[in-house]
C-alpha cells in the first residue's frame, strides 16, 4: 500500500545566500563522485584484514515511494579485522552517508579511488583507532541522490536509515545494540544528511561528524538568469531526468522538500516555474534548511555526546557552514570545528582517516 505523510510546515524562515547543487559545481567544486585527485587516490593492498559485503537491505520506510526506486537499496558494510577473528566480540557501527551523485560504491568499490575499507583495514591494523563496523547505504536516485530526507515522494530516508537499516545491523551482525555505541556521519549531501537526521534521532545516536556539508542554508531560491524556465521545468519523467545534470539538482531537491502526490507524473512542486519562483514552494525549501530550522532541535542536539563539523578552507561551501557553526554557538550546543587548506573533495579521504575514525573511537561504546 502506497505510505503518505502530511510533512511539517516550518515556520522559522531565513533569507540567506542560496548554495550550488552538487558534488562538483553543484554541492561545490571537487572530483566527480567516486573518484579523488592527486594526494587521496590510495591502492588496495592484494588482501583485506577485515571483509567487505554489499548486501540489499529492504526497508518499510521506502515501500511505495512515488519515484518506483527499489525499497530494498544496496548497503556496503566493512567489518574489521577483530570482528573475523574473536566471533564473541560486538562492535560500535557508524553510519556513513555519500555524497550527491554518488553511491556506496564510491567509497566501497573495488575499482573505486575512494576506498574507506583500505583506510579503516590501515587505521584498525595500525592501532591508530579501535575497531568499528562501517555502514554506507546506497541513496542514489533518478535525480542523482534522495537528500536523506523523509518524503512520500523519493523515500522516506530518514527512517530507513535510523530505524530500518539500524535495525537490520542489530539483528544481523555483532553490533553493541545501543545509541552510544553508534555514530554517523557524512560528505556534502551526506553532512547535510547527518545534521538532517542527527537533529531528529539523538534516540538513535550518539556522536555526529559532518564533512562539506552542502544544502545547510537554502532559505533564497533565486530565478534564473534572464527569466528563463530552468532546465528541470523541461524534465517530463524520472527517466528523461536520468543523467541530466542540469536538471537534477533541482528536480532532487524537489522531491525530497517539495512533495506531492497529486502531480504525476514527477510527484513534485518545483521552486520556479516558467522562470519565476513559485513562494510556496520556495518556503518548502527554507523549512528544510538546518540553519533556519536548528532552533527547534536544540535539545536533540544537546543531547549528543560529540558534534564534530570541517570543511576545506578553498570549498565553496564554507560560509554556509560557518553561518551553520554559528547557528550552533547561539543556541550553546557543544561541538567542534575545524577548517583546513583544501577544497570540497580532495582531502576527504585524508579527513576520514585522520580525524573521523579516530573521533568515533574515542566518542562511541567499545563494552
Keep these: 500500500m502506497m505510505r503518505l505523510r502530511i510533512l511539517p510546515l516550518v515556520s522559522s524562515l531565513a533569507v540567506f545566500v542560496m548554495l550550488g547543487f552538487g558534488e562538483q559545481g553543484v554541492f561545490g567544486q571537487g572530483a566527480p563522485a567516486g573518484q579523488v585527485t592527486g594526494s587521496e587516490a590510495v591502492a588496495p593492498p592484494a588482501v583485506l584484514k577485515g571483509k567487505l559485503e554489499r548486501v540489499k537491505v ?11 526506486e527499489s525499497d530494498s537499496p544496496e548497503v556496503s558494510i566493512y567489518l574489521p579485522p577483530g570482528y573475523l577473528t ?25 575499482n573505486a579511488q575512494r576506498q574507506l575499507h583500505v583506510v579503516a583495514d590501515r587505521v584498525f591494523t595500525t592501532g591508530a583507532a579501535r575497531e568499528m563496523i ?6 542514489m536516485n533518478a535525480y542523482g541522490g534522495c537528500m536523506y530526507t523523509n518524503s512520500p515522494t523519493s523515500g522516506y530516508w530518514e527512517d530507513y536509515i535510523a530505524d530500518d537499516l539500524v535495525a537490520f545491523m542489530d539483528k544481523n ?28 534521532r539523538p534516540d538513535v545516536f550518539a556522536a555526529l561528524y559532518a564533512l562539506s556539508s552542502c544544502c545547510l542554508n537554502e532559505g533564497t531560491v533565486r530565478p534564473e538568469r534572464g527569466g528563463q524556465p530552468s532546465a528541470a521545468e523541461s524534465i517530463t519523467s524520472p527517466e528523461q531526468a536520468r543523467g541530466n545534470r542540469g536538471a ?29 519562483v513559485v513562494p510556496e514552494v520556495a518556503v518548502k525549501f527554507a523549512a528544510n534548511s538546518p540553519v533556519a530550522t536548528l532552533d527547534q532541535f536544540v535539545p536533540n542536539l544537546k543531547k549528543y555526546k560529540a558534534i564534530a563539523i570541517d570543511i576545506g578552507l578553498q570549498d565553496t561551501l564554507l560560509a554556509s557552514n560557518e553561518l551553520m557553526v554559528a547557528r550552533l554557538k547561539r543556541f550553546g550546543v557543544p561541538h567542534t570545528f575545524e577548517t583546513y587548506e583544501g577544497d570540497h573533495g580532495n582531502k576527504v579521504m585524508q579527513r576520514l582517516e585522520e580525524k573521523v575514525l579516530p573521533f568515533f573511537a574515542e566518542q562511541l561504546a567499545f563494552k
Excluded at 174 to 193: E, F, K, N, P
Design 86 to 110: 574473536d566471533r564473541t566480540r560486538r562492535f560500535p557501527v557508524v553510519y556513513v552517508l555519500h555524497g550527491y551523485t554518488g553511491t556506496d560504491l564510491s567509497y566501497f568499490g573495488s
Design 248 to 276: 537534477q539538482g533541482s528536480l532532487a531537491r524537489a522531491a525530497a522538500w517539495a512533495p506531492n502526490p497529486d502531480n504525476p507524473p514527477l510527484y513534485l512542486d518545483l521552486p520556479t516555474k516558467n522562470g519565476q
Design 173 to 200: 551482525y555483532r553490533t553493541i545494540a545501543r545509541r552510544d555505541a553508534r555514530g554517523l556521519a557524512g560528505h556534502s549531501m551526506g553532512g547535510y544528511g547527518t545534521f538532517k537526521i542527527g537533529m531528529k
Design 58 to 68: 529492504k526497508g518499510k520506510s521506502l515501500e511505495g515511494n512515488l519515484m518506483k
Design 134 to 139: 562501517l555502514v554506507m547505504p546506497n541513496c
